[in-house]
């Protein structure tokens, strides 16, 4: 699995978009990126995934470099609910054999949202 | 999304007890289920990938006669810790992931909320 380069901690004020760069230089052309989330002492949760195209749900929006070396995840409008480490992580398609499918986990960027 | 639970949430032993760890996959089958571990202030790291009904795969550096892992049926996975030391004292967290069929890859993987062992 391609690795990926986060920085290591960030701010942003609240209610103010946060935006986290991701690099993955190594990806492949069938690998896709995922952005999980751990706050404190509970389980990873799940923010949004891509492959070529910009995706958007109702947590964040993911945008994807053409060349899909970089990625950066948007919060549009963040809370101090958002204070979190979050997780770039660069994923092979699980449901196409022997295209990988762990979850490896780097440092991530730890993001303090403050009043 | 679909959820996973752990039990206990928390556990305290001493040193050379065993202890198992549950990972129960609620309201969904699970054909695979990941086992992490992570220290205070680090990431989360894998231990191990279990397919229901196999033997678990073990990532390099991991000892599987320490860290018994079963998984017996679709929605149940345990982790044992034998013998443990103050040293595997950690937070253990299990992930599942939905039976899956063709097409693109999705958010097939659900996570639990974690088990803190304290190793006295």
């Known amino acids: 699995d391609a690795k990926t380069t986060q920085p290591t901690s960030m701010d942003c004020a609240e209610g103010r978009a946060a935006n986290l760069p991701c690099n993955h230089s190594t990806i492949s052309g069938n690998e896709y990126v995922y952005w999980y989330r751990q706050i404190h002492s509970q389980g990873p949760q799940y923010i949004i995934h891509?492959?070529?195209n910009n995706e958007t749900n109702e947590m964040a929006s993911l945008i994807i470099t053409e060349d899909r070396k970089s990625s950066t995840l948007i919060l549009p409008h963040a809370t101090l609910r958002d204070t979190a480490v979050y997780y770039c992580i660069v994923r092979g398609n699980p449901r196409i054999y022997n295209q990988g499918g762990k979850l490896i986990f780097g440092q991530g960027t730890e993001l303090s949202v403050k009043p | 999304g679909a959820v996973v639970s752990q039990h206990p949430s928390r556990v305290i032993c001493k040193s050379g007890t065993s202890v198992k760890i549950e990972c129960r996959s609620l309201d969904f089958q699970a054909t695979t289920m990941f086992w992490y571990r992570q220290f205070p202030k680090k990431s989360l790291m894998l231990m191990a990938t279990s397919n229901e009904g196999s033997k678990a795969t073990y990532e390099q550096g991991v000892e599987k006669d320490k860290f018994l892992i079963n998984h017996a049926s679709l929605t149940l996975s345990t982790l044992t810790v034998t013998s443990a030391h103050p040293e595997d004292s950690s937070f253990y967290i299990c992930?599942?992931?939905?039976?899956?069929?063709?097409?693109?890859?999705?958010?097939?993987?659900?996570f639990g909320p974690g088990t803190r062992l304290t190793v006295l």
């Open positions: 992930s599942a992931r939905v039976g899956l069929a063709g097409g693109e890859s999705g958010n097939e993987q659900f």
């Open positions: 891509g492959l070529k």
